[in-house]
Structures are given as structure tokens and as C-alpha cells.
């Protein structure tokens, strides 16, 4: 075999390098003739939105593309020797050794029924690393090194014992063992809380200086590029529409593509928050004016069989929504918003305090009075390929509200329908579609559509732009604030994304393990956090630490 290992050459050389799909009929080409250099200890984003050719593009370079995917042209040259007509078994001598990848859902990623310490162990027992006690205290080593706490307890446990944070560090694990000069990140922390993020990019950058290993950062998100890459690519279709050092290119994006992937990146915001426009702080006295109202808040649920107290998931929280204004319910996973939420639209009774919208008392609604109560209050929620019903057409998705509430004309149903698709900004044709012939986007204005058909006074948007990319999630932000402005809505908005939250609320909480830490005016609470766990969100916000944007 070809040595690997040349230091007076590029760790990765991509050159006109062509790959193409089979649709069934014939082959359609994805990536156009996209070229790149990785040089030893550099990190290099490759940057685009969903379709753009960078997963594509950094499968093809370990040799993991679809079955139905073929390189056509190009080279990919790892350290000088071109590895792109490579067998899988002499790509199999490389993975895990020269080059390795960390995937981007560690809860698909990890088999389910293998201990940790199987997973980690494997890549060490196939290249005939190590075995037996050697190989145990060898799996325990890297699992402490990327900062696992207990790693004895956790090479023991399974993947569903551990959080998403912790199995990204497995993964993490797997990929350094055996020390390669090349790691793909493929969107390593698009499915964590901003501040597990945070922690795990720092984590990725410190091995790095510490093996001196090249990194190739597959993300959508430019506020990661800006802080953690020496060079960008970005990818438009399947082709490179600028390339260079990651200042450069962010200080001054030749290409249109650039500038509104930059200018759509919440992160990277220059402005610190949008208008307070008829927002107020909390204690100032305007009650007829508080849609919503939530005092006290106690949430508990029991654990039976347990012989445990209860466990409190909301202790004690209180906040005020102004009509007409847009609060935002902040924190990471666990904090309780979630589990606010559901008890605000009457999916769950508190254990204790009062929750009001437009005056009525949640508590003293049952029955058909509680169904028809959620006319006033509807629910967008985070995933729009799962919230919607791939069975129904886009017209009998936005339909169907209006036939649980009351007998409507079907001619009335009709125009009601065409009509909300329109205020979303979807073509009458898309009516006769199903969920899966839509983007993203286009799923997430269905569900939009759905909410408002009923003419709701209150939308709870929970993580509703989480799953998107970032000039998808600007275009549904923009349509949200219309839909505002014109229809006088307002909105409870759910995220862990402090930057879209800048760019969205009026008034903000900041709940964590549970309780309320900090809230007030979004400019007060970003400008002078009252927590030192605001600071950590605030901090841990993408993009904020690199020169052209701090």
C-alpha cells in the first residue's frame, strides 16, 4: 500500500472532484467539480444550506456515500495519494486510522444494543490495536479524556442511559482513538443546546491542538464557521461559490449566496435586538393588557414504583405576555419550558398555580369548554417532518381544525384554506400536495397554516425554526413577524437559541433545572444578563468571539 503519511503535502486535496446520484432512471450529478485543500491542524468549514452538495462532498472523501452514489471525475487525494477509486475494503485500512468521522445525530449514530465501552473498544480491536484489560483501560482513558464524567460507569451503560451531549462525546471518542490526521465533523452539534455546543466545539478544538489533527467542519451555521474555521467553503447547488480564509471571506463575501447566508445568520446579527416596540417590563401595572398570565407554576410528576418525591419539572415560575408582543421561554434541555408550555395550551393541569389567557382560568375549564378554549391558543411544533400527517394533502392538513370546531360550509372551508395558504406565502397549487414533496420551509408555513385557521389570539411556536436552515429560518421568522404586525397575534416562543430570540422577542425567560433565573425587555436581559447562567447562553452564542462580527 501507498504511504499515507507525507507532511510536505495537504492532509486532503480535493479537485474537480464530480459525484452523482441515481434516481432510478439514470444518474443526476450534485456536485459540480467542487475543489478544496486541508492542510496539517487547519480546520476548514464546508458551509451551505440543506442540498448544497456538503454532506455529499465530505461522504465521498471517507468513502461513505449512498449506495446509489458514484464519483464521476476528480481526485481526492489524502496526503498526496488519491483514494477516490478506492475499494471499501482498502478504505477500510484508512477509517478510524487516517481519517474519521464524527456523524451528526449521535442518537442514530451509536448502535442501541452494544454497551459504550463495546463501541469505543471496536475501533481499537479492528486495527488490531489492543485487547483484553489493555483495551478495557484504554476505552476508559478516551472516554475521561473527552470529559465524560464516571467513565467506567458510562463504557458500562448503554446509549439510551446517556444525554445527547454525552453521546456526541462518545462519538467524539471513537473518532480520535487511534489519533488520525484527518476528522470529518458533519454537523456535529446541530441537534444540542447552544451550550453543549459550545462544549463540545471547544472539546473538538482542544484534541486538535493537542494531535495536530486537520479537521473538515461540515455545518450550515456561519456563526460556527466564524469562530472555529481558518478557511470557508461555501457550496450553492453543488458548487463552490467562494473559497478562502474564514475572515476573508465573512469580511467581504464576493458572491450574492454569501452575503445572505450572512446577512440570515442570527449569530452573526450585528444588531442587538429587534425593536421593544409595545413591550413592558413585567411590573409595571397594564393587566387588562396580559394575554397571558402565568402565576406560580408547578409542575410535578410523580415516579411510581420508585420510592423517589415527585420529580419537580417546573417550580414556582411566573411570567406576563403583553397582547400583541412576542415572549420567548429560554433555556437547554431540561429547563422546563417545554413542560410550561403544555400546561399554557391545556394539554396538562398544574400541580399548583394559575395560568390565565384572555382572562379565562385554565383551572376552571373541562371537558368541551377546554377543547373549545384552544380555538384561542394553537401549537407550531419543532419538527415539520414530523408534525404532519404523510397521509393528508396540504389542503386536508390546514382543513382539519376546521372540522373539530363546529360545523363549517364546505365552500366557507375551502376559501378559508386558500385564503391562509396565500398569507403564508404558498401557491394554491401546493394545496394538492403531501408533506413529502415540500422543504422544510414550505412544511413549517403548512403548519403555520394549520395554527392560524382557526383564528387563534396566542401561537406557541415550540423550537419552530430549530430544525431549519438558517435562510429558511430567516424567511420563517420574517413571515412570523408579518403575520404578527397584520393579524395582531402574539406569540410564546420556546428555543434555546438566545440569537434568534434576540432577533424575535420583546420580553424574555430564562428558565433553568425548572425555575425562572432571569426575564424582563430582551435588550435588559441582554445587556445586563441577571444570571450567571444568561451569561453562559449569551456567551455560548455562535460567531460572537470572531473579530468581523464581536
Known sequence: M??????????????????????????????????FRVEPGQVVALVGES?????????????????????????????????SRWSDKQLDALR????????????NSLNPVKTIGDQVGEILEIHGKLRGKNLEHQVVALLDRVGLSEPELRARQYP????????????????????????IADEPTSALDVTVQKRILDLIDELRGEYGTALLLVTHDLGIAADRADRVVVLQGGRVQEEGSAIDVLASPRSAYTRQLI????????????????????????PADDIVVVEQLVQAFRRPGTGQPPLLAVDKVSFRVRRGTTHALVGESGSGKTTTIRAVVGFQRPTSGTIRVDGTDLANLNGEALRQFRRKIQLVYQNPYASLDPRQTVFGIIEEPLLNFGAVKRTERRAKVMSILGRVGLPEATALRRPHALSGGQRQRVAIARALILEPQVVVLDEAVSALDVTVQARILDLLDELQQDLG????????????????????????????????????????????YTRELINAIPGRKHPVFA
Not at 53 to 68: D, F, M, R, Y
Request: no cysteine; proline share 5%.
Open 2 to 35: 501507498t504511504s499515507l503519511t507525507n507532511p510536505r503535502v495537504s492532509v486532503l486535496e480535493v479537485s474537480d472532484l464530480a459525484i452523482s446520484y441515481h434516481d432510478g432512471e439514470a444518474y443526476q450529478e450534485v456536485v459540480h467539480g467542487v475543489s
Open 51 to 83: 442540498g448544497s452538495g456538503k454532506t455529499t462532498t465530505a461522504q465521498s472523501v471517507i468513502g461513505l456515500l449512498a449506495a446509489n452514489g458514484r464519483v464521476d471525475r476528480g481526485a481526492i487525494k489524502l496526503n498526496g495519494t488519491d483514494i
Open 489 to 532: 397575534l402574539t406569540y410564546l416562543f420556546v428555543s434555546h437559541d438566545l440569537a434568534v430570540v434576540r432577533q424575535i422577542a420583546d420580553t424574555v425567560s430564562v428558565l433553568r433545572g425548572g425555575r425562572l433565573v432571569d426575564g424582563g425587555p430582551v435588550a435588559q436581559v441582554f445587556e445586563q444578563p441577571g444570571s450567571d
Open 263 to 286: 446577512a440570515d445568520a442570527p449569530s452573526l446579527a450585528r444588531s442587538v435586538t429587534r425593536a421593544p416596540a409595545t413591550a413592558r417590563l413585567p411590573d409595571e401595572s397594564a
Open 160 to 183: 439510551h442511559e446517556l444525554s445527547g451531549g454525552m453521546r456526541q462525546r462518545v462519538l467524539i471518542a471513537i473518532a480520535i482513538a487511534l489519533k488520525p490526521q484527518l476528522i
Open 96 to 107: 478510524g486510522s487516517s481519517i474519521s468521522l464524527v456523524p451528526q445525530d449521535p442518537g
